[in-house]
């Protein structure tokens, strides 16, 4: 295959081991700066260009995007992805990994397991904030830090106020989150490729930092890992949109702790720890799935005028429940069901046998006219009302 790796850094580590393994696999590959990359919306097709010439074709890329550039980046590989040029790591599951506080809203709504999170604004929440996640001490963490910074622990509540409000006056956004007492200054990076666990390892921090990042000093070994840790990685990555990702988790009492999604993670510590070839194990992932580009459903799904995606919901009371779903009179309303969720278990284009459980959410292609049927009518709005002939008094 011909592969382009979007690095900034080609003499990094990471990006010479991937070239390498790809080279050694036979593979054509190139490393290609993503600042010089251009946009081209001009013609009928979508199109990109490299200093300032119209791109070869490619058929797969990998994207190395550094914080720093995470919005060009991201367009970049969203114009590959309208170019239908496979990618392991979607612009969305990106941007999404980028967001501390929206890949720990999304990771939330698949129930995966977290510290107990926060996340307000006005003086007066800091303090009930602070008590929801378990009280002093807690982590204090910026919405975009990387490597460890921006990650701060407050002892108690006072100090955790003002750092907060510091960070909040220099245009700040933070996240607040339970310290997590029995990691004891250890975490897991599991590095994820596809839908399996290729290389995990323990990270352990030195001294009193709490922090265990390779970056702040921390010291690595190798880790087998626990099928509920495997299971956790693999989860939250595919949830976020990336194939290729590095998931961070805390040894809780009660098991994992997802802690971050890195879709940029480095291969230098795991490699060294664990002694595998990951990189090697990337290219051979992309190798295997570049006939499959990611493409985004719901743009292609709704280019047909009156179709689209939604989800239905089975509530508990619908004559639904305990039917077969070839029995539940969605084929001939023309509605089409991609996926069931029950629970925290995915199912996949379900048979037509599989039966209906309440609180079933059923994501479904089809009719919207149909679709909008089958949910329960809202109460109407009020009209709206003439203004008051005493008229309110001025803003200050």
Do not use: W
């Given at each position: 295959?011909?592969?382009?790796?979007?690095?900034?850094?080609?003499?990094?580590?990471?990006?010479?081991?991937?070239?390498?393994?790809?080279?050694?696999?036979?593979?054509?590959?190139?490393?290609?700066?993503?600042?010089?990359?251009?946009?081209?919306?001009?013609?009928?097709?979508?199109?990109?260009?490299?200093?300032?010439?119209?791109?070869?074709?490619?058929?797969?890329?990998?994207?190395?995007?550094?914080?720093?550039?995470?919005?060009?980046?991201?367009?970049?590989?969203?114009?590959?992805?309208?170019?239908?040029?496979?990618?392991?790591?979607?612009?969305?599951?990106?941007?999404?990994?980028?967001?501390?506080?929206?890949?720990?809203?999304?990771?939330?709504?698949?129930?995966?397991?977290?510290?107990?999170?926060?996340?307000?604004?006005?003086?007066?929440?800091?303090?009930?904030?602070?008590?929801?996640?378990?009280?002093?001490?807690?982590?204090?963490?910026?919405?975009?830090?990387?490597?460890?910074?921006?990650?701060?622990?407050?002892?108690?509540?006072?100090?955790?106020?003002?750092?907060?409000?510091?960070?909040?006056?220099?245009?700040?956004?933070?996240?607040?989150?339970?310290?997590?007492?029995?990691?004891?200054?250890?975490?897991?990076?599991?590095?994820?490729?596809?839908?399996?666990?290729?290389?995990?390892?323990?990270?352990?921090?030195?001294?009193?930092?709490?922090?265990?990042?390779?970056?702040?000093?921390?010291?690595?070994?190798?880790?087998?890992?626990?099928?509920?840790?495997?299971?956790?990685?693999?989860?939250?990555?595919?949830?976020?949109?990336?194939?290729?990702?590095?998931?961070?988790?805390?040894?809780?009492?009660?098991?994992?702790?997802?802690?971050?999604?890195?879709?940029?993670?480095?291969?230098?510590?795991?490699?060294?720890?664990?002694?595998?070839?990951?990189?090697?194990?990337?290219?051979?992932?992309?190798?295997?799935?570049?006939?499959?580009?990611?493409?985004?459903?719901?743009?292609?799904?709704?280019?047909?005028?009156?179709?689209?995606?939604?989800?239905?919901?089975?509530?508990?009371?619908?004559?639904?429940?305990?039917?077969?779903?070839?029995?539940?009179?969605?084929?001939?309303?023309?509605?089409?069901?991609?996926?069931?969720?029950?629970?925290?278990?995915?199912?996949?284009?379900?048979?037509?046998?599989?039966?209906?459980?309440?609180?079933?959410?059923?994501?479904?292609?089809?009719?919207?006219?149909?679709?909008?049927?089958?949910?329960?009518?809202?109460?109407?709005?009020?009209?709206?009302?003439?203004?008051?002939k005493t008229p309110l008094p001025a803003d200050d």
């Open positions: 295959m011909k592969l382009a790796i979007l690095s900034r850094a080609p003499r990094c580590y990471s990006t010479q081991r991937l070239r390498a393994a790809a080279t050694a696999r036979g593979h054509d590959v190139k490393v290609l700066d993503t600042l010089r990359f251009g946009i081209d919306l001009t013609g009928d097709e979508p199109d990109l260009t490299f200093r300032g010439k119209r791109l070869s074709t490619y058929d797969a890329v990998l994207p190395r995007i550094g914080n720093s550039i995470t919005y060009f980046g991201t367009a970049v590989v969203r114009q590959f992805e309208q170019m239908d040029v496979y990618t392991p790591n979607s612009s969305y599951g990106i941007t999404n990994s980028r967001d501390k506080l929206r890949a720990t809203q999304i990771l939330s709504r698949h129930k995966i397991v977290m510290p107990a999170t926060t996340f307000v604004r006005n003086r007066a929440d800091l303090v009930p904030a602070i008590e929801r996640v378990g009280g002093a001490p807690v982590v204090i963490k910026l919405l975009e830090g990387t490597q460890g910074i921006g990650v701060i622990l407050a002892p108690d509540i006072k100090v955790a106020e003002a750092i907060i409000e510091t960070l909040h006056s220099t245009k700040q956004n933070v996240l607040i989150q339970r310290f997590v007492k029995e990691s004891k200054g250890r975490d897991i990076r599991a590095l994820v490729v596809g839908d399996r666990v290729v290389a995990a390892m323990r990270r352990v921090a030195q001294g009193d930092e709490f922090r265990s990042n390779v970056h702040r000093g921390g010291s690595v070994e190798p880790v087998a890992l626990d099928p509920a840790f495997e299971a956790a990685a693999v989860k939250s990555a595919q949830i976020m949109g990336l194939r290729v990702a590095g998931v961070d988790m805390l040894e809780g009492n009660d098991g994992p702790l997802v802690m971050e999604v890195n879709s940029s993670p480095g291969l230098e510590g795991i490699e060294t720890a664990t002694k595998l070839d990951v990189a090697g194990a990337i290219i051979d992932y992309i190798d295997n799935q570049v006939a499959f580009p990611e493409i985004d459903v719901r743009q292609r799904l709704t280019v047909s005028t009156g179709y689209g995606v939604a989800e239905i919901v089975v509530h508990a009371g619908s004559d639904m429940v305990g039917k077969k779903l070839g029995d539940s009179g969605l084929d001939e309303r023309d509605i089409n069901v991609l996926a069931l969720h029950r629970g925290t278990q995915v199912i996949p284009n379900p048979r037509n046998k599989t039966v209906l459980e309440g609180e079933d959410r059923l994501l479904c292609f089809g009719k919207l006219e149909e679709m909008r049927s089958m949910i329960p009518l809202r109460k109407k709005r009020q009209r709206v009302k003439r203004l008051p």
